[in-house]
């Protein structure tokens, strides 16, 4: 079994940064994906961003491309997302996720508890 812990979520002007982490311990799969899905009141829960355990090059969702960043430590079993200009719209619980692949809510085999981004005008 797999756990993922977020931390770093929070309070941010519009226009501001976070940074958000997601640990992953138990057994991980060389062939999965890990990254992150967010969820706004009354919305679905939508992709925002993930990467292979064994890749380099992550995928970023177009509605957050250019402002978001994925990066990963094997070492550490950890991979962040540096939020930059953050917007109202933003606002979510950010959840960590792993799965085979996990472009689709539908392959995600393990969740994070989820962290609260809030972002105010």
């Known amino acids: 079994q797999v756990r993922l812990v977020e931390s770093g979520g929070g309070l941010v002007q519009a226009g501001g940064s976070l940074r958000l982490s997601c640990a992953a311990s138990?057994?991980?799969?060389?062939?999965?994906?890990i990254g992150w899905f967010r969820q706004a009141p009354g919305k679905e829960r939508e992709f925002v961003a993930a990467i292979r355990w064994t890749g380099s090059v992550p995928y970023v969702a177009d509605s957050v491309k250019g402002r978001f960043a994925l990066s990963r430590d094997n070492a550490k079993n950890t991979v962040y997302l540096q939020m930059n200009s953050l917007k109202p719209e933003d606002t979510a619980v950010y959840y960590c996720?792993?799965?085979?692949?996990?472009?689709?809510?539908?392959?995600?085999?393990?969740w994070g508890q989820g962290t609260q981004v809030t972002v105010y005008s």
């Open positions: 138990g057994r991980t799969f060389i062939n999965y994906s």
């Open positions: 996720a792993t799965g085979a692949t996990i472009l689709s809510s539908d392959d995600v085999d393990f």
